[in-house]
């Protein structure tokens, strides 16, 4: 797609084909555009994404960090353009116009998952180097995950030794 505009259009007749109710909220830059919304299309102008969001199934997005509101949110997102959550397993990938239809459906059946949460958790350990410290106990200031509160995500805490 050229723009979110262009997606809006595409997606607004899979959501005709297929019964969905689509909430489209423009970038907030590009409000003031004013362009011919689809008849079966909900405009919100102004709101809190993070309200839109939890009152939203999916959450699609072309290249906004939406993603990352919707993932912290634990909703389930589907990514047609990329940024950094691109192959990260924390969300779903439609990156072919072809497989939009039954990503977002497969998005809508399973929702967030555990293992996309897993996974999310991941990059944000990775984008944030996030680091369990320990020395063994010699200093005040330690940051990370305690060894008793990594449970199912141990395997995934990178640790660095000073």
């Known amino acids: 797609f050229n723009s979110s505009y262009d997606a809006l259009q595409y997606l607004s007749i899979l959501a005709k084909k297929k019964d969905w109710n689509l909430i489209y909220k423009p970038h907030p830059l590009c409000i003031s555009e ?46 047609l353009g990329y940024i950094q959550l691109k192959g990260k397993g924390c969300c779903y990938e439609a990156f072919e116009k072809e497989n939009i239809d039954n990503v977002i459906e497969k998005a809508i059946v399973e929702g967030f998952t555990k293992e996309q ?20 106990g010699q200093q005040e200031l330690h940051f990370g995950r305690s060894l008793e509160n990594l449970g199912e995500y141990e395997d995934e805490v990178y640790y660095m030794g000073i």
């Open 34 to 79: 004013e362009k011919e919304i689809p008849d079966n299309v909900i405009l919100v102008k102004n709101c809190d994404i993070n309200e839109l969001i939890d009152i939203s199934d999916v959450t699609v997005t072309i290249l906004s960090q939406v993603g990352y509101v919707s993932t912290i949110r634990k909703k389930a997102t589907v990514m």
């Open 117 to 136: 949460e897993k996974q999310f958790l991941k990059h944000i350990a990775q984008m944030t180097k996030y680091y369990l410290y320990d020395n063994g």
